[in-house]
Nanobody
Framework: QVQLVESGGGLVQAGGSLRLSCAASGRTFTSYTMGWFRQAPGKEREFVAVISRSGGGTYYADSVKGRFTISRDSAKNTVYLQMNSLKPEDTAVYYC?????????????????WGQGTQVTVSS
């Protein structure tokens, strides 16, 4: 089992940037594929980005391509989501998730562990 704690959320004006962090503990960080998801009120949880165990592979939702970047630092057991050019529609609770799968996953049901989430609010 791995424990995940997100941080870095907050209020930002449209066009601004935020960097989310997800600190992992409990098991070897490199054993997990790591993903970011988000959920707005009344909406289903949706995929945002994912990074492979090695960090060599990434994949993004079409809605964030070119604006968001996922990365991981094995030495710090942390995965990041750099969010640039933020839009009001990016407003949501952002969740970090870990999967024991060795391949890229984009659906919430394919992830085994979840953080508590961090709120991102983008004002216009």
């Amino acid at each position: 089992q791995v424990q995940l704690v997100e941080s870095g959320g907050g209020l930002v004006q449209a066009g601004g940037s935020l960097r989310l962090s997800c600190a992992a503990s409990g098991r070897t960080f490199t054993s997990y594929t790591m993903g970011w998801f988000r959920q707005a009120p009344g909406k289903e949880r949706e995929f945002v980005a994912v990074i492979s165990r090695s960090g060599g592979g990434t994949y993004y939702a079409d809605s964030v391509k070119g604006r968001f970047t996922i990365s991981r630092d094995s030495a710090k057991n942390t995965v990041y989501l750099q969010m640039n050019s933020l839009k009001p529609e990016d407003t949501a609770v952002y969740y970090c998730a870990a999967s024991v799968s060795i391949i890229i996953k984009t659906h919430p049901s394919e992830y085994d562990y979840w953080g508590q989430g961090t709120q991102v609010t983008v004002s216009s």
